[in-house]
Nanobody, 118 residues
Framework: VQLQAYGGGSVQAGGSLRLSCAVS????????MDWFRQAPGKEREFVGR????????YYPDFVKGRFTASRDKDKNTVYLQMNSLKPEDTAVYSC????????????WGQGTQVTVSS
């Protein structure tokens, strides 16, 4: 199983980016797909979730209304649409997956850099 995140880049404040996480190797019914980010000198933080089967989403308050997680089952890909980006959103973004109810993540993708300039 492999997860590969891509789509990062540089954007000005107020702009948008869409990250993708391609999933290969198996079907993920019963799993959730999470997005995380880590800025230099800071701890990794959770920024969004989509449940693979239902498509239900979940976000922390600091990205609600700006970030949207989704999945395309046909393409085996999850997305993170990020709008109204702020300089403090600058970080390396990664995707990860685990079984619903599990305490640890089964697979992680490598990160993709997002840089937001003021």
């Amino acid at each position: 199983v492999q997860l590969q995140a891509y789509g990062g880049g540089s954007v000005q404040a107020g702009g948008s980016l869409r990250l993708s996480c391609a999933v290969s190797g198996r079907a993920f019914s019963g799993y959730l797909m999470d997005w995380f980010r880590q800025a230099p000198g800071k701890e990794r933080e959770f920024v969004g979730r989509v449940y693979w089967s239902s498509g239900r989403e979940y976000y922390p308050d600091f990205v609600k209304g700006r970030f949207t997680a989704s999945r395309d089952k046909d393409k085996n890909t999850v997305y993170l649409q990020m709008n109204s980006l702020k300089p403090e959103d600058t970080a390396v973004y990664s995707c990860a997956t685990r079984s619903i109810g599990a305490s640890e993540y089964s697979y992680w993708g490598q990160g993709t850099q997002v840089t937001v300039s003021s």
